[in-house]
Structures are given as C-alpha cells and as structure tokens.
C-alpha cells in the first residue's frame, strides 16, 4: 500500500514565479493537510481539506496561496509570485477520517526561492 | 500555540531504554496525545497515540500519567537509527478540525 506521494521533491523558483505542489494521499484517505516547515522549526499547520472543501484554512497566509483538493486528482498547494521567505519544506499529510484517526506524512517537496 | 512542553534534547547510550517525557497539563478530557518523530529531514513518522489508557505497538510504548497531564514515549531497545526528533502533540479538536499543532520537540541522539 503506498504511502503520501508527493511531488516535486525539490523546487527552485525565482522570485515572483508561481510554485505548485501536489499531494497524494495514502489509498482510501479523502482528509488532506498542509504544513510549512522552516529550517530548524517545527512544522506549521497550513490547511486541512476533504475531497473539494476547504474545512480549516487558519494557518493559510491571507494572500499568494491557495489550496485545492478535488474530485479527482492530487491536492494542491499553489503559492503565486513566490519570494525568499517562502523557502521551506512543505509536507502533506492524509487520515482515513477526521476523527481519532492518526495523519500520514509525504516526504516533503522542499522549494527554494532564488 | 503549541499545549505540550518537551525538554530541547536527550542522549542515551545503545541498547538502553530511551524515555522522552511529555508534559500537557491543559489537555481536555477528548483530546488525544500523538507521538511522531522526524529523522534528519524527512516527513514526521507516526509513533503511537492515545487517551488515557497506556498503549504499547512494535516501536514503542506510551505511558500516560491517571490525571493525563503529562505522558513519557518509551522506546526499550533504542538503536542509533532512532536518533530523530520526537514530537508530543495533542491534537486539536476544535470547530471539527484536527490540526497537530507542532511544538519544537526533543532532540534524542542515541550514543554508541
């Protein structure tokens, strides 16, 4: 059974270009989640979201990102005209429910901002 | 922020039970304890969770104290590859989201 892919797992970009990252969840998981990690900090929780809803998006910068998750297909997580701040490690992670049920992590897509 | 406090970093010798304690003396009566750990960089690895009962699977086992204020992450036999950063976390469950909130965690080098 594979685990969350994730892909690109390395990502330059330049300043003021867009950057997408996707998701796919562990089989049979319709909970996705987002978190941003710094170097030498723990991860930041992003946005959480079912098959085409955004149920929590508390931790979503109010402007250049964007998150989907649809009927078909791959979660994304879209950030628009990138800058250096931007640069992390940006894991995704699936539950089979929302309830009790514990979070799988991807292995990260790590994006650099030149 | 972060509910649970963990001491910055541990070591402890190969072969030896490493106990990496937890404290979350906010924590609600529905509010579950997950451990994960992070090794170098990669995505956090589930450990084990639970409520108020201990609970033991093949990695590790979970102590939790009777007033739930505090639990300890034991691993019997730890091995260098455990050598990993270990994460505490009490699961939010407010407005039916479940978000980990991440605290900074405890480092654990386990020493040849």
């Known amino acids: 059974n594979a685990g969350v892919m994730q892909n690109p797992r390395h990502l330059v970009r330049r300043r003021g270009q867009e950057a997408r990252l996707r998701c796919s969840p562990m089989k049979g998981h319709s909970h996705v989640y987002w978190y941003r990690q710094l170097p030498e900090e723990g991860l930041k929780f992003m946005v959480y979201l079912q098959k085409e809803n955004i149920i929590d998006e508390s931790g979503m910068p109010k402007e250049r990102f964007s998150a989907e998750f649809p009927k078909e297909g791959p979660s994304i997580l879209r950030i628009q005209q990138v800058v250096r701040g931007d640069s992390a490690a940006y894991f995704c992670?699936?539950?089979?429910?929302?309830?009790?049920?514990?979070?799988?992590f991807g292995p990260g897509t790590r994006l650099t901002v030149t | 922020d972060a509910k649970t406090t963990q001491p910055p970093s541990m070591d402890c010798a190969e072969g030896r039970a490493a106990n990496l304690p937890c404290n979350h003396s906010t924590i609600s009566g529905n509010e579950y304890v997950y451990w994960y750990r992070q090794i170098h960089s990669q995505g956090p690895q589930y450990i084990i969770h639970g409520l108020k009962n201990n609970e033991t699977n093949e990695m590790a086992s979970l102590i939790i104290t009777e007033d739930r204020k505090s639990s300890t992450l034991i691993l019997p036999h730890a091995t260098l590859r455990d050598t990993a950063v270990y994460y505490c976390?009490?699961?939010?469950?407010?407005?039916?989201?479940?978000?980990?909130?991440f605290g900074t965690g405890t480092r654990l080098k386990v020493l040849a």
């Open positions: 992670a699936s539950s089979l429910d929302r309830g009790r049920n514990e979070q799988y």
């Open positions: 976390i009490v699961r939010e469950s407010t407005s039916g989201t479940y978000k980990y909130i």
